[in-house]
């Protein structure tokens, strides 16, 4: 069974701090998808990365940066120079890679709140 | 980029009557649907995969009979609460998974239906 672990209920950071926001995942596949998705108040859930098993590199996306390690079986995601718009819910998922019902297994969520 | 709408964006409707939220891919067609559920501060939920012309597959514990699923196009998947309780009050979101092309494979989600029974 596959399982997504954000240990971060609730983080909360002065701007333009850096931060960090932890994912740990299990899966016996070895083929498999991770993601990060933003949840804004509003609610609509806001793509931000999709990586697959294969691909080990870090991304980077302007402030925005994602370590991948699977010898820790970690996707973390650090936000840098922090900014208020960043505070909302961030959600890390995984999927199989199984076609045709690859569905996405969330973690809990962490809340992250940019303090002015 | 690929845009799945969802309606209603709210709805509040009375004990014991039905609800029924649509989730549409605008300008792609999509395969596989998923319809989350998300309680206050909580996780998304998976209540069910629906692919189009085949009945839904439901994750353990959620009533099909309360939560009926019809995905009769590529571009058109709904969920019906029906007899609505206060304890399905939540917010529902759908997820569309491309059929290739362009847009790919990739999930795009609706931007959520906040349901209240009241």
């Known amino acids: 069974a596959q399982k997504v672990t954000q240990a971060q209920t609730e983080i909360s950071v002065v701007e333009k701090e850096d931060v960090t926001l932890d994912c740990v995942y299990e899966?016996?596949?070895?083929?498999?998808?991770l993601f990060w998705y933003k949840q804004p108040p509003s609610g609509e859930l806001v793509f931000l990365i999709r990586?697959?098993?294969?691909?080990?590199q870090n991304e980077i996306s302007g402030r925005y940066s994602w370590n991948f390690q699977k010898s820790t079986s970690s996707f973390n995601f650090t936000i840098t120079a922090s900014q208020v718009v960043d505070s909302a819910v961030y959600f890390c998922?995984?999927?199989?890679?199984?076609?045709?019902?690859?569905?996405?297994?969330f973690g809990t969520g962490t809340r992250l709140t940019i303090i002015p | 980029g690929a845009v799945v709408s969802q309606h209603p964006s709210r709805v509040i409707c009375k004990s014991g009557t039905s609800v029924k939220i649509e989730c549409r891919s605008l300008?792609?067609?999509?395969?596989?649907m998923f319809w989350y559920r998300q309680f206050p501060k909580q996780s998304l939920m998976l209540m069910a995969t629906?692919?189009?012309?085949?009945?839904?597959?439901?994750e353990q514990g959620v009533e099909k009979d309360k939560f009926l699923i019809n995905h009769a196009s590529l571009t058109l998947s709904t969920l019906t609460v029906t007899s609505a309780h206060p304890e399905d009050s939540s917010f529902y979101i759908c997820?569309?998974?491309?059929?290739?092309?362009?847009?790919?494979?990739?999930?795009?989600f609706g931007s959520g239906t906040r349901l209240t029974v009241v």
């Open positions: 629906s692919n189009e012309g085949s009945k839904a597959t439901y």
């Open positions: 899966t016996r596949d070895t083929t498999y998808y």
């Open positions: 300008d792609f067609q999509a395969t596989t």
């Open positions: 990586r697959n098993s294969f691909d080990e």
């Open positions: 998922a995984l999927s199989e890679a199984n076609f045709g019902n690859e569905k996405l297994t």
């Open positions: 997820s569309a998974r491309g059929a290739g092309g362009k847009y790919g494979y990739g999930y795009t």
